[in-house]
């Protein structure tokens, strides 16, 4: 997030489950695509803008357009991963306390340390080469809160 730090007064709309849903109804019909429908600006940030109204990913939306250049993006914004990305811009909770509509980080073998995907229970929203894909709660090691 660099120098606007963390946006730790969201606050879920009214209609957020509504929101949601059809946000995700969305991402499952969208291909990938860096920069738009990633795990970051395109699902996480979704999802994130859908439950609040509020862009959490607005600069980083677009600014990258290939893993390379993605990852150079978050290294010159000053971050080792993408969980540490997060963490300048949402509250980090135990993963625990994650509730639907949190954003969780699932470790993996990339340069970004983590793919972001979005809690639904026990399960996680996450992109998947054929879509939209779930994996197990327990299977992050990080959340943040969302409103």
Known sequence: MGAEGMISELKRLPDWRRRFE???DEIKARPFAWGNHD???GLAGRLALAITGIDCAAQ???????ASSALR???EAGFDNLGDL???ILPEVHISAASIGDIAAVPDDTPF??????VNGERIFVLKAEGVG?????D???AFKVG
């Open 22 to 24: 059809e946000a995700i």
């Open 39 to 41: 795990c970051g600006p």
């Open 60 to 66: 980083y939306r677009g600014t990258y357009d290939s």
């Open 73 to 75: 993006v978050m290294r």
């Open 86 to 88: 997060v963490a300048a």
């Open 113 to 118: 340390g983590f793919a972001l995907g979005v």
């Open 134 to 138: 779930t994996v197990d709660l327990l």
């Open 140 to 142: 992050a090691t990080r």
